[in-house]
């Protein structure tokens, strides 16, 4: 699966360089994404059991554990593009825990 928008997860990590753990979790979810072809959810919580759909679209949220960042990726074609990347508490603020807020974020930011 080719993976595109890269450019936000780099900047996470740039952000966060002297985290160790955090820096590897990025790069574990980046090859995660290029070295499989998930079909369906079932398929990629077999490789990521931290994935979480949150849209029907294809939207997911990864939740890194190491600092519980959270990574929103949507899948087309085979194709994953990072949306969206932040800390836990950018999250709550800025979804508040709600699929109702996510649509509503992804329909002003023109994915949906």
């Given at each position: 699966?080719?993976?595109?928008n890269?450019?936000?997860?780099?900047?996470?990590?740039?952000?966060?360089?002297?985290?160790?753990?955090?820096?590897?979790?990025?790069?574990?979810?980046?090859?995660?994404?290029?070295?499989?072809?998930?079909?369906?959810?079932?398929?990629?919580?077999?490789?990521?059991?931290?994935?979480?759909?949150?849209?029907?679209?294809?939207?997911?949220?990864?939740?890194?554990?190491?600092?519980?960042?959270?990574?929103?990726?949507e899948?087309?074609?085979?194709?994953?593009?990072?949306?969206?990347?932040?800390?836990?508490?950018?999250?709550?603020?800025?979804?508040?825990?709600?699929?109702?807020?996510?649509?509503?974020?992804?329909?002003?930011?023109?994915?949906?």
């Amino acid at each position: 699966m080719r993976l595109t928008n890269k450019k936000i997860l780099e900047k996470l990590k740039r952000k966060n360089k002297g985290n160790v753990p955090l820096t590897k979790a990025i790069d574990q979810l980046i090859k995660d994404v290029d070295e499989n072809d998930w079909k369906d959810q079932t398929e990629l919580n077999k490789t990521r059991q931290d994935a979480d759909n949150v849209h029907n679209d294809g939207f997911y949220f990864f939740n890194i554990n190491v600092h519980r960042t959270m990574i929103l990726i949507e899948f087309y074609d085979n194709e994953a593009t990072v949306v969206w990347a932040g800390t836990h508490q950018q999250y709550e603020t800025t979804f508040r825990n709600n699929r109702n807020t996510i649509k509503k974020w992804l329909k002003s930011n023109d994915w949906i």
